[in-house]
C-alpha cells in the first residue's frame, strides 16, 4: 500500500503527465456545446438538415478510423495529436463562418477525420507513455485525470460559452478554436514516442493488425462486453432533453443540469484507480451496467428519476471507460497500437449508430422514457451474463498472446518487404 501511495505521487507530479493534462484541457468542447444546434437554426438549416450532418459525421468517423489510425502508426501518434487539434481548430472556426448546407457538410467531414486521427494516435500515445515513465496499470488513472479536467474546464468553459452567446453566436465556436490551437504548442513539448516499425509499417500491414486483434479470442469477448455496455449507455442520452422537458424542467435549467453532469463525471473520472482498487476489476464490470441499468428501469415507473438516473449512467460509464481501455491496451501490442486502438473504434461507431438508429425507432413508435427503460432492460441482461460468466470476457492473462500476434500482423496480412 505505501508504494501504491508513492507512485501515485511521483505520477501526479511527473512533467511529462503535467503536459498531457494541459493538452487534455485543450480538447474541451464546452464553448460551443450548449448552442451548436442553435447557431445551424440561425443559418437556416432545418432539423433534417441537421440529422444529415450528424449522419454524414458518423459515416465519417465510421470509414476513416482505420486509415488515419494507420497514419498515426506512420508519422507519429503526436504528430497524428497535432493534425487533429489543427483540423478541429480549423472546423470550429469555420463553423463560425459557414452559411450553407453545404459548407456545414464539408465541415463535418473535416471535423469528424480531426477526431479519427485522435481517437487511436492519444490512446496509444498516453499507454506507452504511461508505460515507460510510470507503470502500465496506471493508465486509467491518468486517463480518468485527464478526463476529470477536461470536464471540470468544459463546464467552466460551458457557463462561458453562454454569456458569449448572448453577445454573438460565433463568439464560443472562436474561442473554442483559440484553445484547441492552444494545445498544439503543448502538443510540441511532449515526447514523440511512437512504434519503432513506422517508417515501414504499410497499410496492409494495418489490415493485419485490425483483423489480428479483432480475431483474438479473449479480446474479441471483452471488447463485445465491454462496447455494448458504453454505446447503449451513449445511446440513452439522446432521450435526456425530451424527458426532462416533458416533466417540466424548462429549458434554462437544461445548461445546469448539464454543467451537473460534467461536474459529476469530472469527480468519477478523478477517483477511477481507486473506485477499481476497492471494487476489483470484476465488479467494476458487473455493478457498473448493474447499476445503470437499474436506474434507467425505473424511469417508467417514476419519469422524474430521470435526472438522477443520467447523473449515475454519466459518472458510472466515466469509470467503465479508461478501466475498459486499461484492458484493451493491455490486450494490444506496440507495434500498429493506434491502428488496432482505431479497429476498436470503428466498431464502437458501428455499434453506436444502431444503437442510436434502434432506440430512436423504437422512441418514435412508443416514448423515449420506453426506449431508455427497454436499453435498461437489456444492460441489466448484459450484467446478468458477466456476472456469471466474467471468466469467458476477462483479458488480463492474454496480453502476451495478443503481443505476439500484433507483432506478427504483417506476416498475417501477407506483406514482404
Do not use: C
Not at 215 to 221: A, M, S, V
Amino acid at each position: 500500500m505505501a508504494g501504491f501511495r508513492l507512485r501515485k505521487r511521483i505520477g501526479s507530479v511527473n512533467p511529462t503527465i503535467l503536459r498531457y493534462y494541459a493538452y487534455s484541457v485543450s480538447t474541451s468542447v464546452g464553448f460551443y456545446t450548449p448552442v451548436l444546434y442553435l447557431l445551424f437554426l440561425s443559418t437556416g438549416l432545418d432539423f433534417t438538415e441537421i440529422a444529415l450532418l450528424e449522419t454524414v459525421f458518423m459515416l465519417t468517423t465510421l470509414v476513416g478510423e482505420v486509415p488515419t489510425g494507420w497514419v498515426g502508426d506512420r508519422i507519429g501518434w503526436r504528430r497524428s495529436l497535432l493534425v487533429a487539434n489543427g483540423l478541429i481548430a480549423g472546423t470550429v472556426l469555420g463553423m463560425a463562418v459557414a452559411s450553407s448546407l453545404l459548407g456545414f457538410l464539408a465541415l463535418h467531414v473535416t471535423w469528424s477525420l480531426g477526431y479519427n486521427f485522435r481517437s487511436g494516435s492519444e490512446d496509444a500515445w498516453l499507454y506507452e507513455t504511461v508505460s515507460r515513465e510510470l507503470e502500465a496499470d496506471e493508465f486509467a488513472r491518468v486517463q480518468g485525470r485527464a478526463r476529470s479536467y477536461e470536464l471540470l474546464v468544459g463546464t467552466a468553459s460551458s457557463l462561458l460559452g453562454g454569456v458569449l452567446a448572448e453577445r454573438a453566436l460565433v463568439y464560443p465556436f472562436i474561442a473554442a478554436s483559440a484553445v484547441t490551437l492552444l494545445g498544439i504548442p503543448v502538443l510540441m513539448t511532449l515526447p514523440d514516442i511512437d512504434a519503432a516499425q513506422s517508417e515501414t509499417f504499410s497499410y496492409r500491414d494495418a489490415v493485419g493488425v485490425v483483423k489480428s486483434t479483432l480475431q483474438t479470442p479473449g479480446l474479441r469477448r471483452f471488447l463485445s462486453y465491454f462496447l455494448v455496455i458504453v454505446y447503449l449507455t451513449a445511446a440513452a442520452n439522446v432521450f435526456i432533453q425530451p424527458i426532462v422537458r416533458d416533466i417540466g424542467v424548462p429549458e434554462a435549467g437544461l445548461g445546469a443540469i448539464y454543467a451537473g453532469f460534467s461536474l459529476a463525471s469530472a469527480g468519477a473520472s478523478y477517483v477511477v484507480e481507486d473506485v477499481q482498487e476497492y471494487l476489483g476489476t470484476r465488479r467494476v464490470f458487473v455493478l457498473g451496467p448493474l447499476l445503470i441499468g437499474g436506474a434507467f428501469t425505473t424511469v417508467v415507473l417514476f419519469p422524474v428519476v430521470v435526472i438522477p438516473a443520467f447523473f449515475i449512467s454519466h459518472m458510472v460509464k466515466s469509470v467503465l471507460t479508461p478501466v475498459g481501455y486499461q484492458l484493451v491496451n493491455d490486450g494490444i501490442g506496440t507495434y500498429g497500437r493506434a491502428t488496432a486502438l482505431s479497429g476498436v473504434a470503428m466498431i464502437g461507431s458501428v455499434l453506436g449508430i444502431t444503437a442510436k438508429f434502434g432506440a430512436g425507432a423504437l422512441a418514435d413508435g412508443t416514448s423515449a422514457v420506453i426506449a431508455v427503460t427497454v436499453l435498461g432492460v437489456i444492460l441489466v441482461g448484459t450484467a446478468s451474463v458477466g456476472s456469471v460468466g466474467w471468466g469467458v470476457f476477462d483479458i488480463r492473462n492474454l496480453t502476451d498472446v495478443q503481443t505476439e500476434s500484433t507483432s506478427g500482423a504483417a506476416d498475417a496480412s501477407g506483406e514482404t518487404d
